[in-house]
């Protein structure tokens, strides 16, 4: 779509063509349900295969689902049993972690932190809680916790060459300040936000480097943590011109690419121009449609699943000096995936929200519980 262009399309036409997009969803996310373990595979090739097992991110991420579509509430007490087994279970004794049974997983700092609050949130969720306390009060959690100064320097040292891999570092280390009590979050907090001001671009209001879509991703990363402590995020009237470029003239191959300026827009709950938001609409629902897959998943990249996660958001071109081990979670086929399809039904909400239309439950949502037992798993 060309700039200016005038749409002929309404907003609710367009909501209209996303509902039909997600036909036979609810028959693929029964599918990847594990009723031996609780938990939820991450995409349809790691069923039945030794080497892969339900994961946390996946299996909270089907949650997330569930819970976007009104359907926790209606859970039979035997999953929902399981799946807090399956996420207590999960929890070291001793350090208050979350750790999955791939050996990698340990070792990637973001994915140790993502799932600590995976993990606690979907046990809010389920009416549970975690078995142990938590790293920091388990006095667990790592040297850089222990002052402000500390914690600046662990913030300054990660590189942000690779905005979306840097910020997602900066973003999730901020776990440990959630774990603490109110008054002593302040000077954290406080010591997080000059030295973010500092290296925000005052052009873009971007962070980071790599491209548009790169940097957007990284900022959408440290929007987490401003959204989670409630503060607003500087500069948006720039981020949000450089949303709107990166839109018409970026091709969006990744979910992830598709979602996060559309959580961007949605968290800065901005007055977006009819004309504009129209056009960011069309753009993004084109976009979601290329990454449905036959099995009635999402696919997080053009080309298949990334059988990795941790490691996608590295793209060929583009480098970062700390990558991580890849965490196999399946074999990386053109099929969907729970972290892109969790996406698409927040990515559906948020595009509901922005035009002001109210959302409801997808219509094949209310089947889902008749599906588990019946789904086809191999």
Known sequence: MREGEVMNTSNEELMSKLEC???????????QYDEETGGFYYAK???RDDNYTPDIESSAQALNILDRNDL????????????????????????????????????????VHRAISYSVG???????????????????????????????KKWRSIDLSNSWRGCDLLATSC????????????????????FLESIQDPETG?????????RISGTFKLHTFYHRFDIPMPNTDRIYRSILTCLRTEEAKDMCYIRNPIDLLSYMNRTIPQQELTEIISITVENIKKLKREDGGFSR?????????????????????DMPEPV???????????????????????????????????????????????????
């Open 21 to 31: 997009v997600f036909e036979g969803f609810f028959d693929w996310l029964a599918g």
């Open 45 to 47: 090739s790691s069923i």
């Open 72 to 111: 926790v509430k209606d859970m039979p007490e035997k999953m929902r049993k399981q799946m807090i087994d399956f996420f207590q279970n999960k929890q070291d004794s001793n350090t208050g972690y979350f750790y999955d049974q791939h050996p990698a997983m340990k070792k990637d700092e973001v994915m």
């Open 122 to 152: 979907a046990l809010h969720k389920l009416g549970s809680q975690p078995l142990y306390q938590l790293p920091l009060e388990a006095k667990a959690a790592p040297e850089y916790v222990k002052s402000p100064e500390e914690y600046l």
């Open 175 to 194: 776990v440990y300040i959630g774990q603490m009590k109110e008054e002593e979050q302040a000077p954290f907090l406080n010591e997080a936000l000059r």
């Open 206 to 214: 971007l962070w980071g480097e790599g491209s548009l879509y790169v």
């Open 301 to 321: 990249e053009i080309e298949n699943s990334p059988s990795a996660p941790n490691v996608a958001q590295v793209k060929k071109g583009e480098s970062y000096p």
């Open 328 to 378: 196999h979670l399946s074999k990386g086929l053109f099929e969907g995936d729970m972290n892109a399809s969790t996406q698409a039904t927040l990515i559906r909400k948020q595009l509901h929200k922005l035009a002001g239309i109210p959302v409801r439950p997808l219509k094949e949502a209310k089947t889902f519980y008749t599906k588990l037992k019946t789904e086809e798993t191999c």
